[in-house]
């Protein structure tokens, strides 16, 4: 079946302009992951989405990102008055019931780009 | 969630057998062990998973003392294509696994 899909695949905007970046999970999958990384480093996780439980917001880095999920599915991350340093691949998984064991197939990552 | 530790980067020739360890001493009881593999410009995948003891497929082994407090990635004869960056993480059934920096593998002709 389709992967985890994630639109657009590369993204440039202005600084102080506000993005939107979609996920598409895998279908069936109750959890949602989405992770930020920057050049060369590791993955920075975000936020987590379980089925209908509240979303786990610990790794947001500022309250200008903002995430949700509708209907269970489809999620868009949203970065209000973006800055350079939010410039990173934004990555997106989903694993079928988001637990410890559970694999996560990620998507391709956006390229955010603030100049 | 137990922390993990392990190398920021190596090297390994083309065809030697490769071993990245990752510690995790404050592993709990109903903690696994996973892998995954990130190429560069893509997202990682999973590569292996285990509890305790060993696991093997068709990609790499994962050894795991009785201890629990390390696990060891063997990747063997290495090619071109196996230079990615590896990432080590521990977790139960009811936190979201989470990646840390992992380890870097430069395979050299």
């Known amino acids: 079946g389709a992967g985890v899909s994630q639109s657009p695949s590369n993204k440039v905007t202005e600084k102080g302009k506000d993005v939107e970046l979609r996920c598409d999970p895998i279908s069936g999958h109750t959890a949602l992951y989405w992770y930020r990384q920057s050049l060369g480093q590791g993955l920075e996780f975000l936020i987590y989405?379980?089925?209908?439980?509240?979303?786990?917001k610990s790794g947001l880095p500022s309250d200008r990102f903002s995430a949700e999920r509708t209907g269970g599915s489809v999620s868009t991350l949203t970065i209000q008055r973006t800055q350079q340093e939010d410039s990173a691949v934004y990555l997106c998984?989903?694993?079928?019931?988001?637990?410890?064991?559970?694999?996560?197939?990620f998507g391709p990552g956006t390229r955010l780009t603030v100049l | 969630l137990a922390k993990t530790t392990q190398p920021i980067s190596m090297d390994s020739y083309e065809g030697q057998e490769v071993n990245i360890t990752c510690s995790h001493n404050n592993i709990a009881t109903n903690d696994y062990i996973t892998w995954y593999q990130q190429f560069p410009s893509q997202g990682p995948r999973f590569i292996i998973q285990g509890y305790k003891t060993k696991v093997t497929n068709e990609v790499a082994s994962l050894f795991i003392p009785a201890d629990r407090k390390s696990s060891t990635l063997s990747l063997p004869r290495v090619s071109l294509s196996d230079t990615a960056v590896y990432y080590c993480?521990?977790?139960?059934?009811?936190?979201?696994?989470?990646f840390g920096k992992g380890t870097r593998l430069s395979v050299i002709a």
């Open positions: 989405f379980q089925g209908n439980s509240a979303p786990d």
């Open positions: 998984a989903s694993s079928l019931e988001g637990r410890g064991f559970d694999t996560q197939y």
């Open positions: 993480l521990v977790g139960d059934g009811n936190t979201p696994l989470v």
